[in-house]
Structure formats: C-alpha cells, structure tokens
Nanobody
Framework: QVQLVESGGGLVQPGGSLTLHCIVS???????????MGWYRQTPGRQRELIAS????????NYSDSVKDRFTISVNNTQNTVNLQLTSLRPEDTAVYHC?????????WGQGTQVTVSS
C-alpha cells in the first residue's frame, strides 16, 4: 500500500516562496521510477485539481495554467520523493496541497500540507 506524506507548507506573504515535499512509501524505487506523479490542491468550495505532474521515468512535466511559470515540480527516483517549488505566490494559491499519482490517484490520500498566502 502506498503512503504519502506531504510537508513544507506554511504562511507566506504575496510574492513569497515555499518548497513542498512528498515522501512516497510502500513501493520500491524501481517501481516508483515508472510512475507519473502529481501535486493537487483543494480549497473550500472547490474541487481538488491537479496543478503539476511529472513522469518519474523521463521527467516530462505538465502544469495547469494557474501555476505555469510560477511552480516547478521535480522528482527524486532514489528517495521516492516529489517536490514542488512555489514562487510568486498569490492569495488565490491558498489551499491544502496533496501529492498522489498524476493520472489515477490512489484512495489513500495523505494529510496534505496547508499553504496560506496572506499579508
């Protein structure tokens, strides 16, 4: 069973930066290296949306229009981790951020990490 642990969130001012981390446990690095991982976010009254994804195999990435050119996703195949660097943060980026598979999320979501952008 896959286990997902997110960290790195916090309170930042508009224009600030954060780096989020996700440790993926329960699968071996060789299997992890074949996966397509993603970061999702959700705010009250909104659906959870996929905002960034990456192929652990060839490191190809995709971003939603709302975060393109501001967020950067990366993966470490040896450590089974996927990270998300957030820059130029806006109040509308405030959300709970989760990692999961990028194509078909597993049911076992982690606790997520809260990002709050406010002055």
């Amino acid at each position: 069973q896959v286990q997902l642990v997110e960290s790195g969130g916090g309170l930042v001012q508009p224009g600030g930066s954060l780096t989020l981390h996700c440790i993926v446990s329960g699968i071996s690095p060789p299997i992890f290296s074949l996966l397509y991982m993603g970061w999702y976010r959700q705010t009250p009254g909104r659906q959870r949306e996929l905002i960034a994804s990456i192929s652990a195999l060839d490191h190809r990435t995709n971003y939603s229009d709302s975060v393109k050119d501001r967020f950067t996703i990366s993966v470490n195949n040896t450590q089974n981790t996927v990270n998300l660097q957030l820059t130029s943060l806006r109040p509308e980026d405030t959300a709970v951020y989760h990692c999961n598979y990028g194509l078909r999320p597993a049911n076992s979501w982690g606790q997520g990490t809260q990002v709050t952008v406010s002055s």
